[in-house]
C-alpha cells in the first residue's frame, strides 16, 4: 500500500508507539485494587500508564490527518465495508487494486482496535485511584482494554506476517 509521506510517518510512529505500550503491557504488574503498588513491575506501569496519552495524541493525529481529505489513502481505503457503493463501482478487476483494498482495510481494523484500547486506557488514566480501584459503573474498562490488547497483539502478529508475505 501506498502512503503520502505524512502517512506513512504517522503510521511509523503509531507502529512504535503501539508497539512499546504492548511490550510495556506484558511485563507490568497492573494494578489491583486493595493490592498495595510496589516491585519493579510497577514502574513498568507507571510507565505505560504516563505514555499512553501520547500515543493516543499519535492516534488523534492519524485520524485528524485521514479525515482531512489530504491522506492519499483516505478514509474509504481503511473502510471499504462502510463505503460498499463507491467501493463496487470502482473496484477493477485487477487483483493487485484488490489486494489494495484488503491492506487498507487491515490498516482501518488496526485503527479501530487501537481506539478502543486508547479510549479505554484514558479513562482508567483519569478514573483509576492510587491501589487500581475503578468505579463500579467502570469496572467493565479494564475487563475491555484487557480483551482489546489480545485483538491487538493478534492484529499485530497478522499485519506482520502479511507485510513479510507481501513483500518476499
Known amino acids: 500500500m501506498k502512503y503520502d509521506r505524512m502517512t506513512f510517518w504517522l503510521h ?16 507490568m504488574d497492573a494494578p489491583r485494587p486493595g493490592v498495595p503498588i510496589g516491585g519493579t513491575g510497577s514502574s513498568f506501569f507507571e ?12 492516534l488523534c493525529a492519524h485520524w485528524l490527518w485521514q479525515l482531512s481529505g489530504r491522506a492519499s489513502n ?3 481505503s481503511l473502510y471499504p465495508w462502510a463505503f460498499r457503493r463507491a467501493a463496487a463501482a470502482s473496484t ?17 481494523i488496526g485503527l479501530l482496535i487501537a481506539t478502543l484500547m486508547g479510549a479505554t486506557g484514558l479513562v482508567m488514566f483519569f478514573v483509576m485511584t ?16 484487557s480483551m482489546a490488547a489480545v485483538f491487538l497483539w493478534i492484529y499485530l502478529g497478522f499485519h506482520l506476517l502479511i507485510s513479510l508475505l507481501l513483500h518476499i
Not at 47 to 58: A, D, E, M, T, Y
Open 12 to 27: 511509523v510512529a503509531l507502529a512504535f508507539a503501539v508497539s512499546a505500550q504492548m511490550m510495556f503491557g506484558l511485563v
Open 47 to 58: 510507565i505505560h500508564r504516563i505514555f499512553g496519552p501520547v500515543v493516543l495524541v499519535v
Open 130 to 145: 492510587g491501589d487500581g480501584g475503578l468505579p463500579a459503573n467502570l469496572s467493565a474498562m479494564r475487563e475491555i482494554h
Open 92 to 108: 477493477p478487476s485487477s487483483g493487485k487494486k484488490r489486494l489494495g483494498t484488503l491492506s487498507g482495510a487491515i490498516q482501518g
Open 74 to 76: 483516505g478514509m474509504r
